[in-house]
């Protein structure tokens, strides 16, 4: 069986952009919609370990 290894760097990209968006959303007068953030964190950061 033949592996190959899966480019992950986009994900690690957009995982870190989720998480400053997490950030300037909690900081901002909206704070209270930070948790509409926090599946794009997970998910990103799920792909970029290759869990999903």
Do not use: H, Q, R
């Not at 870190?16 to 599946?39: D, E, Q, T």
């Amino acid at each position: 069986m033949e592996t190959t290894k899966k480019k992950t760097g986009l994900y690690w990209v957009l995982f870190l952009i989720s998480v400053v968006a997490f950030f300037a959303v909690l900081w901002s007068p909206i704070g209270a919609y930070c948790s509409m953030v926090l599946p794009f964190n997970t998910t990103f950061f799920a792909k970029a370990l290759d869990l999903m």
